[in-house]
């Protein structure tokens, strides 16, 4: 129930490509759902987020897509770039008043030149 | 400015010693969290304190203990090191917004400790 499940594991995309990870919970009560960027000995770094009540946000190639029946979100990197190459989490965070984000596994996103 | 500090960056220490991870953050927030990231890249929580409270305690060892002298101050002491408590250790802070579900983390940049 507290799991977030994301996939690929690993992406490689040509430049120029869109990138697509997908992402999906089980429980309800989470309210909010971020994505972090990290670089290669760098903390992660806000993205993009999504709240339940919106099916979609974009913020420049980058886009949420959110679908509450089915309880999955996924980001999309339009016009992928090798500056894109990072590993990507998706992230819940478990209702409000709470302070817990539960953190999918990563993707890790390399974008050839 | 940085704006979630931790040091030190990199840690490298034997079996059985003890040592800690000081983390500091200039953003006013009210919540800091302790996140551990393994050679896998997961990001697990460990501990959150909002305006100096413990108010999330994960299973973690005994020998994990956090202190947050202040709200901008989150440090971690880890008692008797093991190899398994090789990872790289995030600190993060965040403010709560009453009424508001998101809050965003700020992450630092992270300590790694190696264990030998």
């Known amino acids: 129930q507290q799991q977030v499940k994301q996939s690929p594991q690993s992406l490689i995309v040509q430049k120029g490509g869109i990138s697509i990870i997908n992402c999906a919970y089980e429980?309800?009560?989470?309210?909010?759902f971020p994505w972090y960027q990290q670089f290669p000995g760098k903390g992660p770094a806000l993205l993009i987020a999504?709240?339940?009540?919106?099916s979609e946000k974009k913020e420049g190639r980058f886009t949420i897509s959110f679908n509450k029946s089915a309880k999955q979100f996924s980001l999309h990197i339009m016009d992928s770039q090798p500056g894109d190459s990072a590993t990507y989490f998706c992230?819940?965070?478990?209702?409000?008043?709470?302070?817990?984000?539960?953190f999918g596994t990563g993707t890790r996103l390399k974008v050839l030149a | 400015d940085t704006a979630v500090s931790q040091t030190p960056k990199y840690l490298v220490t034997q079996m059985g010693n003890d040592k800690s991870i000081k983390c500091e953050q200039n953003l006013g927030h009210d919540t800091m969290y302790w996140y551990k990231q393994d050679s896998k890249k997961f990001l697990k929580i460990m501990f959150s304190y909002n305006n100096k409270e413990l108010i999330i305690n994960e299973t973690v060892p005994n020998r994990f203990s956090p202190k947050s002298p202040d709200k901008a101050h989150l440090n971690l002491h880890i008692n008797s090191l093991e190899l398994g408590d090789s990872a790289v250790y995030f600190c993060a802070s965040s403010q709560t917004k009453p009424n508001y579900s998101g809050n965003t983390i700020y992450f630092g940049e992270g300590s790694w400790l190696t264990v030998v």
């Open positions: 992230a819940a965070k478990g209702g409000r008043g709470t302070y817990k984000y539960i």
């Open positions: 999504i709240r339940p009540d919106v």
């Open positions: 429980n309800t009560a989470f309210d909010y």
